[in-house]
């Protein structure tokens, strides 16, 4: 069984910046992905990385902002969020994959329980 905690939430102001973590263990799989779910909205796909080859994925609106990553001799993936914007504020969940898209939540398997992301103007 794959577990999956993620860290590095907080609060922050428009325009800094925060990194955050998962820490994975307990199995096998294909992909890992970044989620966000803002209040009243449905949980969104924001990044993915693939573990061979680490091919990344990102939506358009965090394209150029954000940045992820694997340290593979860890387990870790990573979010580098950069010129954070209000609207980024949500819970973010890290998200494992053994098979199916990249893009989509209901193809993710395993999942953390989420780290809360406030950007204030």
């Known amino acids: 069984q794959v577990q999956l905690v993620e860290s590095g939430g907080g609060v922050v102001q428009a325009g800094d910046s925060l990194r955050l973590s998962c820490a994975a263990s307990?199995?096998?799989?294909?992909?890992m992905g970044w989620f966000r779910q803002a209040p009243g909205k449905e949980r969104e796909f924001v990044a993915s990385?693939?573990?061979?080859?680490?091919?990344?994925y990102y939506t358009d609106s965090v394209k150029d902002r954000f940045t992820i990553s694997r340290d593979s001799s860890k387990n870790i993936m990573y979010l580098q969020m950069n010129r954070l914007k209000e609207e980024d504020t949500a819970v973010y969940y890290c998200?494992?994959?053994?098979?199916?898209?990249?893009?989509?939540?209901?193809?993710?398997?395993?999942w953390g329980q989420g780290t809360q992301v406030i950007v204030s103007s």
């Open positions: 990385i693939t573990i061979i080859g680490d091919s990344t």
């Open positions: 307990g199995g096998t799989f294909n992909a």
């Open positions: 998200a494992a994959l053994l098979k199916g898209s990249l893009l989509t939540p209901a193809d993710f398997s395993w």
